[in-house]
Every structure is written in C-alpha cells, then in structure tokens.
C-alpha cells in the first residue's frame, strides 16, 4: 500500500513542472528575475521622462500665445503656428469621425457576425497586414485618389479620409480583439435575461470592452495627430493663410508637417527656435489626448466598481 502511496506521489511530482525541487535555489532565481524586471521597467520610464524633457526644455517656456494664434511667416521672424494647429485638430476630428464608426463595426462584425471560414481568416491576415504597412503607402493612395482620379486637389478632405484609411485596420483589429476578450459567460447572461443580440452587443459586451476600445482610439489619434507623411502627400505643406478656415477643400497642412518643413527647409532666421517650440506644442498635445481618452476609462472604472 505504502509502495503504491509513494509511487503515486512521485508521479504527481513528476507530473507538476513548479514543485520546488530546491527552495533555496528557486527563491535566488525568483528574486534575480523580479529584480531584472524592475530594473528594465525603471530604465524605460527614466528614458521616456528623460526624452520629454529633451524634447519640452527648449520649447515649452518660450511659447506665447502669439506664436500659437499667429500666422506662419516665410521670411519674417516671429511667425506662428496657428492655422497648422487648427488644421491638426480638424484634420484629426474629421479622421476620427470617419474611422471610428467604420473600425467598430468591422470588428464587431468580425467578432460576433462572421463566419469562421476560411474567407474570414484571409479578411483578418489582411486587416492585420494593412495595420502595419507605412503610413506613405496610404499618401500615395490618397495621391491616386483624391488628386489623380477626383482631381481636387491636396486638401483638408483628403487628408481625413487617408488618415482614416489609416487608422481603420488598427481600430478594426482592437475592436475585435477587445470584443472577443469579454467572458463568455457574461454574453450568455445577457441572452439568458432575455436581451437581443444587439442589446448584448451595446449593453453588455461593449461597455465590458470599452477600456481596450478606448485604448486602440487613443493610440491612432496620436498617431494622427502626429502624422507627417500622409499629410504631405494629400493635404499640401501649405495653408490657406487664414486662421479660422473650415473649408474641406483648403491647404491642410499641418503642425507636424509644418515643424518638417521649418526644420528642413525654411530660410527664417529664427527656424530652429520656431521648431523647437513647435515640437513641444506637438508632444504637449499628444499627451493631453491621451488624457483626454483614457477619462473615458476612468469613469467607466468606478461604474463598473459600484
């Protein structure tokens, strides 16, 4: 009997790949490992901290309203950047209002409505393909798009709908990925109190996903917002020269744009100065996005704690 105890242990033994074989040795592997991950983690924070300071030092205490109100200049000294950062916030607006709708319907249609095929396979490596190709391919096909084929122009209107082109297999594939996260038990709860399918999807199943949804918007709008070359290629490196201009056919350019071209190819005296204020305005409004998206969550956060 004794023989059959020990025997059966062993094989428990043999059959558990975490039983402490040597205490002593597995507390000094686990502490060295805890302390490996705490080093990286304390080096990458230091890194980003220490790459916005570089970034937001020069730049940020120079800035005056007048810079950020006032029309970019050619020659003079003291242009601003005005009408590149109205541009920058339609433009995202515009691509947001686009690309949101679109990328949570796909992948809620991917998630819930889609056959498991081979076809729906296919669609998914596509999505994911077109989520990591070069932001220039989709200038260039806004190029053949809007200025080749509809003949308008480089335009503010072209530039949305390439940087929703843009965004839309990444939402697709969060939205999806968010959605298909949720319990399983939690959808067949819902069906159980008597909720329909699309009662289930905006009552239960979206709610239940909205931090990872929230959290692909706010990465694509930051992108965006940031976005040089789609913008080059189908909005213009140039503005109507109006502050307030609203017109879907006008010069879109941008501030990240126009911080590219003041960089590389303005002739201002002050070029440099203007740059370095304009990339700490570029970063500064990255983050207050980023914010400004993750409130979203936090109220979600209590709801779902009460």
Request: charged share 15%; with cysteine.
């Amino acid at each position: 009997m004794k023989n059959h105890m020990s025997a059966g242990a062993g094989a428990t033994a043999a059959a558990n790949p975490f039983r402490r074989n040597n205490k002593g040795l597995n507390r000094i592997n686990d502490r060295l490992f805890s302390g490996v991950i705490w080093t990286a983690g304390v080096l990458i924070i230091a890194f980003i901290f220490g790459l916005l300071y570089l970034i937001l030092q020069d730049g940020l205490p120079k800035l005056t309203w007048d810079f950020l109100f006032g029309l970019p200049s050619e020659i003079d000294e003291g242009g601003g950047i005005g009408p590149t950062l109205l541009n920058s916030f339609y433009i995202l607006f515009l691509s947001l209002l686009i690309s949101i709708p679109l990328g949570m319907a796909a992948g809620i249609y991917l998630a819930e409505f889609a056959p498991d095929n081979k076809l729906i396979a296919f669609v998914r490596v596509c999505v994911e393909g077109l989520a990591s190709v070069p932001s220039i391919i989709f200038g260039l096909f806004g190029i053949a798009l809007f200025v080749e084929m509809f003949q308008i122009g480089l335009t503010i209107l072209g530039g949305a709908i390439s940087l929703a082109f843009l965004n839309l297999p990444v939402l697709t594939r969060v939205t999806e990925e968010s959605i298909r996260a949720v319990p399983a038990d939690q959808k067949s709860a819902s069906f159980a109190l008597g909720a329909t399918h699309l009662q289930t999807i905006t009552r239960a199943l979206i709610p239940a996903a909205l931090n990872g949804i929230i959290t692909g918007i706010c990465l694509v709008a930051g992108r965006a917002f940031g976005e040089s070359a789609v913008i080059i290629l189908t909005a213009g490196v140039t503005t109507s020269g109006e502050m307030w201009d609203f017109s879907l056919f006008s010069p879109g350019e941008t501030l990240a744009v126009h911080l590219w071209y003041v960089q590389s190819e303005a002739i201002v005296s002050d070029a440099q100065e203007i740059a370095q204020k304009a990339a700490a305005v570029l970063v500064f409004v990255v983050l207050l996005i980023n914010l400004v998206f993750r409130i979203p969550l936090w109220l979600n956060s209590r709801k779902t704690k009460r």
